[in-house]
């Protein structure tokens, strides 16, 4: 099982950036996918859930209206849309999947 996090970066309060979770080694659509993040002194929580067929989907409050979680299993890649983004949103994003982790990919929210 492998997951590749990509696409974050230092972003601007209000700004936007795409997380994309590339994975190989099993299969995708059997599976699914729940992004997570971790801020600096504080647990790995979950952000977000989309299931193996990606007709369902589940949001933590604080990212509600926000952030959209999506999966392309053509592509076995999964994707964190994340707008208005705030400083509190700062954090080590994860992927997991099929009882992995990804090396995560940090996310900047400052002016």
């Known amino acids: 099982v492998q997951l590749v996090e990509s696409g974050g970066g230092l972003v601007q309060p209000g700004g936007s950036l795409r997380l994309s979770c590339a994975a190989s080694g099993f299969i995708f659509s059997n599976y699914d996918m729940t992004w997570y993040r971790q801020a600096p002194g504080k647990e790995r929580v979950p952000v977000a859930t989309?299931?193996?067929?990606?007709?369902?989907?589940n949001y933590a409050d604080s990212v509600k209206g926000r952030f959209t979680i999506s999966r392309v299993n053509s592509k076995n890649t999964g994707y964190l849309q994340m707008n208005s983004l705030k400083p509190e949103d700062t954090a080590v994003y994860y992927c997991?999947?099929?009882?992995?982790w990804g090396q995560g990919t940090q996310v900047t929210v400052s002016s």
């Open positions: 989309v299931s193996g067929v990606g007709r369902a989907t």
């Open positions: 997991g999947m099929a009882g992995s």
